[in-house]
């Protein structure tokens, strides 16, 4: 190769070099012209947050309560699951008080911010799941019974709860009761009275007898006979097996005691198996059921039967749980 031809073929390779350069910066200006322009205009605050991970909700003040949220010290994962279980009325106590570990109570559905220290100090104490241990605070069991009472503001409902922290008023008595059919010496609540008749229809339609003795009592029966069992037993005894006066769910007109034609008081196991098995079908269940007397607060009780409904009691018998357990999961906004 001459030294002549060599300087062109270098000639060349610059030549060809640099058009490389130039096509590839026009390629680059080309390209960048077409990609959507970065925006110029600076982030609104939503999506900040989104930015962040927050998932935004359709709700007035949004944006404020995850800004002062974040402020507290919450993770957006953590706001996000706030927004996701918590209830409207925990998510104002959340904001108005410092940061919380809220990890434990996510995804129960009857949480109450304001009982977060006696759900945890209740649920260490027993070595409960946490959704229990919130039900049961809710239901007033971390204190002894009667210790706190609440006045019944809807003593005529049919889904009433009636028990050792929930009271009718002493003057409370039912508009609507009625003699029982089958039983006309006997009183129970209207609403209650088509369907008792079709539990006993039903019972013996299995050779199961059923016979009401004891329905609806008043205020002053009831404190007759709670004062005339504290002259046989010691009031913690009594406490076990008799509703103090106003705490009754006698006094509802919704609860009956039953028993069985061969027995005084109470059912055969037979009978009380079958009332185990078929009364949610009526409306009505078994009130205070076996090893449960640390909710209920009473011993069980085969001969009690109340009545709330066909749709919750078959709930109830579904779910397996007392009615008070039930009332504050399902019937109680939280
Ligand atoms: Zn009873």
């Known amino acids: 190769m001459t030294h002549r031809k060599l300087k062109k073929e270098i000639m ?8 490389c350069v130039i ?7 080309i390209l960048h012209f077409f990609q959507d322009k970065p925006n110029e205009k600076p982030l609104t605050e939503e999506q900040i947050l989104v930015n962040k991970g927050i998932t935004i909700k ?3 003040n949004f944006i404020d309560e995850a800004n002062s949220l974040l402020d507290k010290g919450y993770s957006p994962d953590e706001i996000n699951q706030i927004y996701e279980y918590m209830s409207d009325q925990n998510i104002e106590q ?3 008080n410092n ?4 990890s434990p109570f996510y995804q129960i559905s009857n949480f109450d911010f304001s009982k977060i220290d006696r759900y945890l100090a209740y649920q260490s104490a027993n070595g409960l799941e946490m959704k229990d241990a ?3 605070v809710n239901l007033n069991l971390d204190e002894p019974f009667y210790q706190t009472v609440e006045t019944i503001t809807d003593p005529g409902s049919i889904t009433v709860l009636v028990n050792k922290s929930h009271a009718l008023p002493a003057d409370y008595v039912p508009e609507d009761l009625v003699n029982i059919p089958s039983f006309p010496s006997l009183q129970i609540k209207d ?3 088509d369907d008792f008749e079709k539990l006993l229809a039903a019972a013996k339609l299995d050779n199961v007898y059923i016979i009401p003795y004891s329905t609806y009592r008043s205020y002053d029966y009831q404190n007759r006979l709670y004062t005339n069992y504290l002259g046989r037993d010691p009031k913690e005894v009594v406490d076990t097996y008799s509703a103090r006066p106003g705490h009754s769910e006698h006094q509802t007109g919704l609860a009956l005691d039953v028993r069985s034609s061969s027995h005084w008081d109470n ?6 198996e079958w009332m185990l098995n078929n009364s949610y079908k009526y409306g009505f269940i078994v009130r205070y059921p076996k090893n449960n007397s640390t909710i209920t607060g009473y011993q069980e009780e085969p001969w009690h039967i109340r009545y709330i409904g066909v749709e919750h009691a078959t709930k109830v018998h579904e779910l397996g749980i007392t009615y008070d357990e039930y009332y504050d999961l399902y019937l109680t906004k939280h």
């Open 12 to 19: 060349i390779g610059v030549v060809l070099l640099f058009l």
């Open 191 to 193: 609403d209650a009275v």
């Open 58 to 60: 359709e709700k007035t």
């Open 99 to 102: 940061y919380v570990d809220l």
């Open 94 to 96: 959340i904001l108005a």
């Open 23 to 29: 096509i590839s910066s026009l390629c680059f200006v």
């Open 267 to 272: 059912l055969t196991d037979a009978d009380y």
């Open 134 to 136: 919130v039900t049961r």
